[in-house]
């Protein structure tokens, strides 16, 4: 069992940036697929970003990509999600995903591990 845990969510203006990250209980964390997933109030659940075991392989949401960026530490069991030129559509509780897969998929329902969540909030 997996447990992920996030933090640096917040309330930031337009245009700024914050960093999220997730942190893992598992070892080794490298055999996992990691992203990122948010959630807006009255939408669906909908994917942000995702890292190869390696770090090598990045992919991204068209909405987030040239902005967002998703790196990982694997001597920290630590995955981050580098956020800039935030938009109030930013808006969302943000959730770390895990994945023990070749490609982690970007529907919510194949995950198999979820944070709690954090909050970030892009105000205008």
């Known amino acids: 069992q997996v447990q992920l845990v996030e933090s640096g969510g917040g309330l930031v203006q337009v245009g700024g940036s914050l960093r999220l990250s997730c942190a893992a209980s598992?070892?080794?964390?490298?055999?996992?697929?990691m992203g990122w997933f948010r959630q807006a109030p009255g939408k669906e659940r909908e994917f942000v970003a995702r890292i190869s075991g390696s770090g090598r392989a990045t992919y991204y949401a068209d909405s987030v990509k040239g902005r967002f960026t998703i790196t990982r530490d694997n001597a920290k069991n630590t995955v981050y999600l580098q956020m800039n030129s935030l938009k109030p559509e930013d808006t969302a509780v943000y959730y770390c995903a895990a994945q023990m897969a070749l490609v982690m998929s970007t529907r919510s329902n194949d995950i198999d591990y979820w944070g709690k969540g954090a909050l970030v909030t892009v105000s205008s």
């Open positions: 598992e070892r080794p964390f490298s055999t996992y697929y």
